[in-house]
């Protein structure tokens, strides 16, 4: 039978999140989280961690197809040759009108032409600029990728421990879920109930190792899920508010979390 301790300790919920799990252990894992409330919280905030993953590698698409669409919408403009008129009395005024008529559909057939080119060319421009984003946005997604393959080893993995920094009298709204694995020396954060800040700070986070603080890195404003360094014998994580880029000391008195290592 499947108990809280073996679950937390084998991974068990992380493969139930991924639907790895057969019938009988899923039906054990959900009796355990309906009778254990600790538990039911640590799955939720895991849940939330796996869908920021996802919702990291969304993409906006390309600004030009919204042009594109309309142009392709807008109704073609067709041009209706003038009939000339024939009389059968006079020859030369017979063959003068076929002239006429004959350069009247050149001129009408050049002109197509014309225009159809210029509407290749304005299309290979639209592809040349959309090969342009698609290369830039694949860039993108290959560092994103990698960034959340080791997010996610790294909270999955079954010696990961997670943390919880709550915020002080300073900052009381603040909270950031912390999983640190002292095996492969990672630390990923979940920073989505830090409240935001001017452009003039960041948070930064430290590590206390024998009453010295060490720069773990500052918090980037733009992420929810991200991957800060490793200190070896850190007794805490902390986070304080800094000048924005950081800083080498940090601040004491903006100290806004922090949380004892076991």
């Known amino acids: ?38 538990l039911k919280t640590h799955f939720d905030q895991l849940e939330y961690d796996f869908e920021n993953l996802g919702l990291e590698n969304a993409i906006a698409p390309p600004t030009t ?28 005024k017979f063959y003068l009108g076929i002239a006429a008529s004959v350069a009247a559909l050149l001129m009408i057939g050049s002109f197509w032409m014309y225009s159809q080119l210029n509407d290749v060319k304005e299309q290979l421009q639209i592809v040349e600029i959309n090969n342009t984003e698609l290369n830039s946005t694949i860039e993108v997604l290959n560092v994103k990728l990698k960034e ?34 002292h095996k492969i020396k990672s630390v ?18 430290w590590a206390d190792v024998k009453g010295e603080m060490i720069n773990m890195g500052v918090i980037a404003k733009d992420k929810r899920l991200m991957t800060m ?6 007794e805490s994580l902390n986070i304080t508010i800094e ?13 806004v979390t922090n949380v004892y290592l076991k």
């Open 243 to 255: 000048p924005a880029g950081g800083n080498d000391h940090p601040t004491v008195e903006r100290l």
């Open 229 to 234: 360094a490793y200190i070896d014998n850190a």
């Open 148 to 181: 959340n393959s080791a997010s996610y080893k790294a909270i999955v993995n079954p010696d990961t421990e997670q943390y919880v920094l709550i915020g002080n009298a300073a900052l009381p709204d603040a909270k950031v879920v912390s999983y640190v694995n």
């Open 65 to 92: 197809i919204k042009t594109e669409l309309l142009k392709k919408v807008k109704a073609s403009k067709t041009v209706t040759p003038k009939v000339v008129a024939i009389e059968n009395t006079n020859n030369t």
């Open 1 to 38: 039978m499947m108990d809280k301790k073996s679950l937390l300790e084998n991974g068990l919920l992380e493969q139930y999140l991924l639907g790895e799990l057969n019938a009988t252990q899923c039906e054990q894992i959900e009796h355990l989280l309906a009778s254990d409330a600790e």
């Open 188 to 205: 990923v954060i979940n920073t989505e109930r830090l409240p935001a800040l001017d452009a003039d700070h960041d948070y930064q986070m």
